[in-house]
Each structure stands twice: as C-alpha cells, then as structure tokens.
C-alpha cells in the first residue's frame, strides 16, 4: 500500500491558463473523490468516481472543470481558463465501495493535495 | 441535504490535558461517522470511525461515541500530547438514496488543536 499519491504538489500559473493534475489512488480502491479545500475550511465535495464511470458531480463544479478516470485507475482534474477564485489545495482522496448490505461509504484515504496558485 | 458542525478553534491546552471537540450534524438516512486528522503539510488520515448508533471508534487515545439521540459525535481525549497538535475533521459519509445514488461525504470546517508543553 503506497498510499494515494497526487501531482504535482504545487502548481502556480496566470490566470486564464489551463492546469491539469493527476492522482492515482490505492490500486484496490475503486471509488475516487476530488475534494477542494480553502484555508479554515474542510474538504469541498467536487465529484467521485466508481472505477471509469463519474457517479456524482457538485453544483460547485462549474464547466470549466473536468475529471476523468479513463481506465478505472488513476484520475485527472482539469480547470480550464483558471480564475483567481480557483486558488485552492485539490485533494484526492480513493476508498473501497460500500460493503455488501451497507448503504455507506467507507472510510477515504486521502493524498497530499496539490496547491494551486493563481497568479 | 446533509451537514457537519464543529466546534471553531483553536483550541489550546497544556500537556497532558483532557480534549474534548464537539461535533453535531444532519443526515438523511444512516450515515457512518467519522473523525480524521490532518497534520502541517498533509493530506487527511483516518482517526477513527463509528458505523452505526452506539458504537464507539477509538484509536491512539481518542475516543468517539456515535448519539442519534443527539446526532452527535464529540472527540475526546484523557491526556493530549504535543504531538496532538492538527487540524481534526468530523465527517459523515454519503449515505445511498432510495433512488439509487449518492455516497457525498460531507466534512465540518475543521478544529485547530494547539498542544503546548
């Protein structure tokens, strides 16, 4: 168990441009979660997979952000035209699925996070 | 929809003092709960769990009890360390709607815990 692994660490780049980053999660692990976190506050829901397919998306996800999870492993996250409201720490967290007869998640393993900074 | 309350921070206690941080919230359905830690410059780690009415999760010294009766899931600890020092979120999991989909976590804002010697 290498634990969930996310890069890059930090990213700092001019507004409008475009970032993408990457996690990979525990490799028996198929449900991943994108979370962001400003500072002072918890984890952010932004949207989770079940192996390649999106289950759920946040109302706070506009459509400049994107996940993809193309082979049921690792997963991208990009922000398109990058504004300065989308400073924030990503941060990548993989779980199993529920088990047989639970209706709730179990517990999450969480990355680094990546830090994003909008210059 | 669901939501966390934690108690706002910092808290701030001398070695070898008793914790407690408090954490209430609402759920639709039967939630597991949990707490997890999250130490300078880290990700957020597991501290413990409790996945139905009554149960309680412990791990290294900390102590929860799940209340329904007061949808409540207070921390607690006999005797901090300095090594106690982080940030502890309270979190209910994502609980399976009856129309068959949503497993959104939801996390409290977080309690700063300082310990000092």
């Known amino acids: 168990d290498t634990g969930v692994s996310q890069n890059p660490r930090h990213k700092i780049t001019k507004r409008g441009q475009n970032v993408t980053f990457r996690c990979d999660p525990i490799s028996e692990h198929n449900r991943l979660y994108w979370y962001r976190q400003t500072l002072g506050q918890g984890p952010e829901f932004l949207t989770y997979?079940?192996?390649?397919?999106?289950?759920?998306k946040s109302r706070l996800l506009s459509d400049r952000f994107s996940a993809e999870r193309p082979k049921g492993s690792f997963s991208t996250l990009e922000i398109q035209r990058t504004e300065q409201g989308d400073s924030a720490m990503y941060l990548c967290a993989s779980s199993l699925s529920p088990t047989t007869g639970s209706n709730s998640n179990q517990p999450q393993h969480f990355g680094d996070g990546t830090r994003l900074s909008i210059l | 929809g669901n939501s966390v309350t934690q108690m706002e921070g910092p808290v701030t206690l001398s070695e070898e003092a008793f914790l407690t941080i408090n954490c209430t919230y609402t759920a639709t359905g039967y939630p597991s709960l949990f707490w997890y830690v999250q130490y300078p410059g880290e990700g957020l780690q597991l501290l413990l769990k409790?996945?139905?009415?009554?149960d309680k999760g412990s791990n290294k010294g900390f102590e929860a009890t799940y209340r329904k009766e007061t949808t409540s899931f207070h921390l607690e600890k006999g005797s901090v360390q300095v090594s106690d020092s982080a940030v502890y979120f309270c979190?209910?999991?994502?609980?399976?709607?009856?129309?068959?989909?949503?497993?959104?976590?939801?996390f409290g804002r977080g309690t700063s815990l300082i310990v000092h010697p």
């Open positions: 979190a209910l999991s994502g609980v399976r709607r009856a129309s068959g989909g949503s497993y959104i976590p939801t």
């Open positions: 409790a996945t139905k009415a009554d």
């Open positions: 997979f079940q192996n390649e397919a999106q289950l759920e």
